[in-house]
């Protein structure tokens, strides 16, 4: 399958400080999906970027797809309480039925 | 309201032991996967059902087997259950499998074998 790494693997920030994680692959990828697992929770999509060097902004979360396919970024800006929970990149197998998973970047926020 | 249900919430079972996970789609989706997600790490991929039919597989042992049913929903059973099998059971759906508007996952199966 096609394996995507995500640093770092913890991350603890003050309320409304930035944060971001990245995912990176040594393969080019289809595509990448994002997911929010909340603690005691399960995955929620956030989003799917395919194209070359895609950015989509939903409020305060940005997600790029890099120009080679093969890294992802999330920015969340001025985080808040509720942003606190494992973000997971994904990617499509070949056969575009599975999704492999990265092991996550847990955000923690204090305020 | 996750959209897919899933049952039992939580399960203790002994080695050796075999165990079925059951899984309700989100309405107008058609296709399960099952993830087992252990502490700390992603959910890994075990298999997919589309059409009553697994499409895909994982890397996972033949203990683990499936079936889908023809109103979409579908089972996990895992045979001759390992410590190691402790772990959240994911359950997620989609419409044709390919994820386009991403995957909706169930609250899962927190399974304890002891």
């Known amino acids: 399958g096609q394996q995507v790494m995500q640093i770092p693997q913890y991350q603890h920030v003050q309320e409304g400080e930035d944060f971001t994680t990245y995912c990176n692959s040594s393969?080019?990828?289809?595509?990448i999906q994002w997911y929010k697992q909340r603690p005691g929770g399960h995955p929620v999509f956030l989003i799917q970027?395919?194209?070359?060097?895609e950015v989509k902004k939903q409020k305060r979360l940005t997600f790029q797809f890099g120009e080679a396919k093969k890294n992802s970024s999330l920015h969340i800006t001025a985080t808040q309480t509720t942003d606190v929970g494992t973000y997971f990149c994904?990617?499509?197998?070949?056969?575009?039925?599975?999704?492999?998973f990265g092991k996550g970047t847990s955000l923690l926020v204090t305020p | 309201d996750a959209g897919v249900t899933q049952s039992p919430t939580h399960l203790i079972k002994t080695r050796g032991q075999q165990v079925t996970l059951r899984c309700s789609p989100k309405?107008?989706?058609?296709?399960v996967s099952w993830y087992q997600q252990a502490l700390g790490q992603g959910p890994q991929f075990i298999f997919q059902?589309?059409?009553?039919?697994?499409?895909q597989r994982g890397n996972f042992p033949d203990r683990f087997s499936g079936h889908q049913f023809p109103n979409y929903s579908s089972e996990l059973n895992v045979n001759a259950l390992l410590l190691g099998d402790s772990a959240l059971y994911l359950c997620?759906?989609?419409?044709?499998?390919?994820?386009?508007?991403?995957?909706?996952f169930g609250s899962g199966t927190r399974l304890t074998v002891v």
């Open positions: 059902y589309y059409e009553e039919e697994e499409r």
């Open positions: 970027l395919v194209k070359s060097g």
């Open positions: 997620a759906s989609s419409v044709r499998g390919q994820g386009s508007y991403g995957y909706t």
């Open positions: 309405s107008g989706h058609d296709t």
């Open positions: 994904a990617s499509n197998s070949n056969s575009g039925y599975a999704l492999n």
């Open positions: 393969t080019t990828l289809s595509n």
